[in-house]
């Protein structure tokens, strides 16, 4: 009987020892999770930080190049017009008027691109209307459908 109770004592000892070892597990897993956890937020906001630079870099460099290409537009138009062939030797006179024409080419280049765009962006707008209307009327006759029968005879 002795045996028995010290043997109880024994395997309660042991239980409580487990449990404690257990919760001191449990509480540094959770602390592991937490340090992750927050290392993955900290992590995520320098990547924030670093896709805004990153952007905003994009948008200057964006800006410059269109800068850029509004200058060289303009030189080609100022050169087009004092293309007159008034002045200069006939090489000259005919360099001005290839590259005038080279100029006129690519701004109707330009031109087509444009409309090219447009017509592409109405079409796509055209079908979102026509997909919006088909679900509005799919979604009609759906609720006309369940419509429960209470409605239906108020109606009378």
Do not use: W
């Not at 020892?17 to 959770?30: A, I, L, N, P, R």
């Not at 079908?127 to 088909?134: A, P």
């Amino acid at each position: 009987m002795e045996e028995k109770k010290v043997l109880i004592d024994r395997v309660g000892e042991k239980h409580s020892e487990y449990v404690e070892e257990m919760k001191s597990q449990e509480d540094f897993f959770f602390d592991q999770i937490e340090n992750i956890q927050k290392a993955i937020e900290e992590k995520e906001a320098e990547f924030d930080e670093l896709l805004q630079e990153e952007r905003a870099k994009f948008e200057k460099l964006l800006q410059e190049e269109r800068a850029k290409f509004e200058k060289l537009l303009q030189e080609e138009r100022a050169k087009a017009r004092h293309c007159d062939g008034g002045s200069g030797t006939t090489e000259n006179r005919r360099l001005m008027k290839e590259q005038a024409q080279h100029f006129i080419n690519c701004h109707v280049v330009v031109e087509e691109f444009k409309a090219e765009r447009d017509e592409l962006i109405k079409a796509h707008e055209k079908k979102k209307v026509e997909l919006q209307k088909e679900l509005d009327a799919a979604l009609t006759a759906l609720m006309e459908k369940h419509r429960p029968d209470t409605f239906q005879a108020s109606s009378l």
